[in-house]
Nanobody, 126 residues
C-alpha cells in the first residue's frame, strides 16, 4: 500500500511559480514510476508530467513543456513538480500518482496508475 500527500498549492499571479511536493509512504517508492495530473472544473483529468523510477526519463505534454519540471528524491520518498511561467489555464486541482512497484518506464494515462493523493489546488490569477 502507498499513501501520497501533496502540498505546495496555492494562489499565484500569472507568470509566477509554484513547487508542488508529494510525500510518499509505504513500500518500494524508488521502484515506482510516478506522475502528476491535474483536473480543472468540467474537464477530464490530464497528465502534466511523468517520471520513471530512477528519475532519468521524463514526459511532458506540449501544454506544459518548457515550463514544468518533474523530479524525485528517492531517499526522501518525495516527488516534486516545479511550475514556472504559470498561466490562468493551469488552474486546477493537481494530483500525485504512483504506479505499482518495478515500473521502469514512464506512464501517460491515469488508468495506468494505482495510487493517488488527495490533490492540491493551484489557482493562477490573470
Amino acid at each position: 500500500q502507498v499513501q501520497l500527500v501533496e502540498s505546495g498549492g496555492g494562489l499565484v499571479q500569472a507568470g509566477g511559480s509554484l513547487r508542488l511536493s508529494c510525500a510518499a509512504s509505504g513500500r518500494a517508492f524508488s521502484s515506482r514510476a510516478m506522475g502528476w495530473f491535474r483536473q480543472a472544473p468540467g474537464k477530464e483529468r490530464e497528465i502534466v508530467a511523468a517520471i520513471n523510477s530512477i528519475g532519468d526519463i521524463t514526459y511532458y505534454p506540449d501544454s506544459v513543456k518548457g515550463r514544468f519540471t518533474i523530479s524525485r528524491d528517492n531517499a526522501k520518498l518525495t516527488l516534486y513538480l516545479q511550475m514556472n511561467s504559470l498561466k490562468p489555464e493551469d488552474t486546477a486541482v493537481y494530483y500525485c500518482a504512483a504506479r505499482g512497484p518495478y515500473s521502469s518506464r514512464v506512464y501517460y494515462i491515469s488508468e495506468e496508475y494505482d495510487y493517488w493523493g488527495q490533490g492540491t489546488q493551484v489557482t493562477v490569477s490573470s
